[in-house]
Structures are given as C-alpha cells and as structure tokens.
C-alpha cells in the first residue's frame, strides 16, 4: 500500500511541480496560435500572392489527378474525384501547410528572440547590482569601526 501511495504521491508532485503543467499551456496556445497562422496565410498571404501572380491562386484546391475512375463525368473538383476514388496528388494543400510551418517557425524564432534578448538585459542588470555582503562581512566592518573608535 506504501508504495502505491509513494507512486501517487510521487506522480502529483510531477504533475503539480509545472513541468506537466507549462506543457499543457503550451500545447493550448501552440494550438491557438495554428489557427491564427492558419488564418493569416489563408486570409492575409495568399490574397497577396494572388494579386501579385495576377490571378486567382488558391493553393489548397491545387491537385493533379494521377488516376481517374473509368468512366467518370462528374466535377472535376478536389472532393467529387476523392469520393469518386480518383488517386490524387494534393500538392497545393502540401504548399499551403508548408507556407504555414515557416510562418509558425518565423514567429516562434522571433518570439524565443525576444525573451533571450530580455533574459540578456535582465542579467546585465542583476549583475550592474553589487551582491550585498554576506552577513559575516557586515559583522566584521562592524568590529573593525569599532574597535577603530
């Protein structure tokens, strides 16, 4: 029974200490955060590149069929050949995942960019700020003036 209790005890000191906790946090916000980056490719990006290309681009609809079904007559789009069982190669929707990852990574470097820079300042401060005497200094300058008068 002891060491049961040992084991839980010892599993809710890991869970409770932060460590289990900062990576919950992280994979909610890393979670958020695809979205945004989700969003900003879809919505802010690709628009731009569509403009500058002069067309419409819409990398995520962007496939090659490398085998249709026989006999097939319906649309031609990304789903119906899917559901039809076409074998497609979705190279736009590969495009579109990787222009997100670089993004993501831009952002998390430039985060971790950020906060080593303000580790860097706050370090250079704490060491700007002379250590106060250890105690038995203190006492002994103590003794020293005096003794001096």
Do not use: H
Not at 127 to 145: C, K, S
């Amino acid at each position: 029974m002891s060491k049961a209790r040992g084991f839980l005890q010892e599993f809710q000191e890991f869970a409770v200490k932060g460590n289990m906790i900062d990576l919950a946090v992280g994979v909610i916000i890393g979670a958020a955060f695809s979205k945004i980056i989700d969003s900003l490719v879809k919505d802010v990006i690709m628009p731009v590149i569509s403009f500058i290309l002069g067309g419409q681009v819409d990398f995520a609809n962007q496939f090659w069929v490398l085998r249709a079904p026989a006999n097939y007559t319906g649309p031609r789009t990304y789903d119906a050949l899917a559901e039809a069982g076409a074998v497609i190669l979705a190279w736009g929707n590969f495009v579109t995942i990787l222009i997100n990852f670089i993004l993501l990574a831009f952002v998390v470097f430039c985060l971790v960019k950020a906060i080593n820079s303000a580790r860097k300042r706050v370090i250079r401060e704490e060491a700007a700020i002379p250590p106060a005497p250890a105690e038995e200094v203190v006492l002994l300058r103590e003794i020293r003036d005096s003794l001096k008068r």
